[in-house]
Every structure is written in structure tokens, then in C-alpha cells.
């Protein structure tokens, strides 16, 4: 009988202890699932949290190539009208030359028409290359802004690429459903069964018989 219970008792706890196994694999298999969820779930908050301050960014970075083109057109404009003030002065200084010259500083009609003469002519070649100059310069103008403008703009859909599309974070991590069910408690009971079955079965083999009782031959 002692046999038959430390038997019973080995079967009991090794039931046990295969239980205590399976959840512990159980268990594990539970807490790796988690850990892989939260840290896919960390790494897409950290994506969009990344995404949303490179839109900022952007923003930001777009009002500077505006704000930059808008300096480089002042530039251009200021040149421009540098270079008509500058004809426009030249225009003047020979209009008050013409004016010193002439009759007051030549003695006789004909050499007063003759000085007047040369100094119209001067003038209007004069004006002719400033007009010249000026559309020329115009011209310059407005190509040098297109470029300047196609720069920008250039600049602006590289900006905006860099964000045109929002972080993708793909499927989830699989879980790992392999769960083990653990060993059966009808095995254990069954087991039980048996081994009582057995050891009743010894006891009654291993039973002395009574005391003064004779066996018939």
C-alpha cells in the first residue's frame, strides 16, 4: 500500500508539475505577443510623431524659399532701376551740356547751328543706347525672375515630397497562438485508477490467510 501511494503520489505531482510547465510556455508565448504588439505600437506613434514635425518643417522651410525668392526679385528690380536712373542721369548731363554750348560760345550763326547740330545728334545717340539699355536690362530682368522663380518652385516640390506621403506601418505583428493545452486531468484520474486497481490487486495477492485456518487438500 505504501508503494501504491507513493505511486499515486509521484503521478499527482508530475501531473502537476507538466501543468505548471505548459503555463509557463503558455505564459511566455502570452507575454512575447505583448511586448512585439507594444513595440510595433511604439514605433508607429514614434513614425507619426516624426512625420507630423517633418510637416512642420516643411512649412516652415517652404516660407523661407518664398521669402528668399522674393529677396532675390528685390535684388533684380533694384538693379534695374539703378541702371534707369543711371541712363536717365546720363540723358540729363547732355541735355545741360547742349544747352552750355551753342551760341553763347560761338561767335556766328552758322557755327552756333553747327554746335547745336552736333550736340542734338550726340543726344539723340544718347538716348537711342539708354532706351537700348533698358530694354535689354528689362529683358535680363524678367529672365533672371523666371529663373530665380523656377529655383523656388523646384525647391517647393522637393519640400513637398519629403512629406507627400504618410508613414505606412504595415501589418501587426503575428501572434504566436501555439498554445499548449497541457496534460489531461482523465489521464491523471485514469492513471490513479489504475495504480489503486493494482496495488488492491497486490494487497489481496500479498494477504496472509488467517490464523488456525486449514487448507483442504
Do not use: C
Request: proline share 2%.
Amino acid at each position: 500500500m505504501i508503494s501504491m501511494g507513493l505511486s499515486m503520489a509521484g503521478q499527482v505531482a508530475g501531473h502537476n508539475a507538466e501543468t505548471a510547465a505548459a503555463r509557463d510556455r503558455n505564459n511566455a508565448k502570452a507575454r512575447n505577443n505583448y511586448i512585439k504588439q507594444r513595440e510595433y505600437e511604439i514605433q508607429a506613434n514614434l513614425d507619426n510623431v516624426k512625420y507630423l514635425s517633418d510637416v512642420q518643417e516643411q512649412d516652415y522651410q517652404q516660407d523661407l524659399t518664398y521669402a528668399a525668392m522674393l529677396d532675390q526679385w528685390s535684388e533684380t528690380d533694384f538693379e534695374l532701376k539703378k541702371l534707369f536712373a543711371t541712363k536717365d542721369l546720363e540723358i540729363e548731363e547732355k541735355i545741360a551740356k547742349m544747352h552750355q554750348g551753342g551760341a553763347s560760345e560761338q561767335t556766328g550763326a552758322s557755327a552756333a547751328r553747327a554746335t547745336i547740330g552736333k550736340d542734338v545728334l550726340e543726344l539723340g545717340r544718347a538716348k537711342a543706347h539708354a532706351i537700348h539699355e533698358k530694354m535689354m536690362a528689362t529683358k535680363e530682368t524678367e529672365m533672371a525672375k523666371t529663373r530665380q522663380w523656377r529655383a523656388a518652385k523646384n525647391d517647393s516640390h522637393k519640400l513637398f515630397m519629403d512629406v507627400a506621403f504618410a508613414p505606412v506601418h504595415g501589418f501587426a505583428p503575428p501572434e504566436d497562438r501555439s498554445f499548449e493545452r497541457g496534460p489531461s486531468k482523465a489521464g491523471l484520474v485514469l492513471g490513479l485508477a489504475q495504480t489503486g486497481f493494482q496495488g488492491f490487486k497486490d494487497y489481496k495477492a500479498n494477504k496472509a490467510d488467517p490464523v488456525g485456518k486449514w487448507k483442504r487438500d
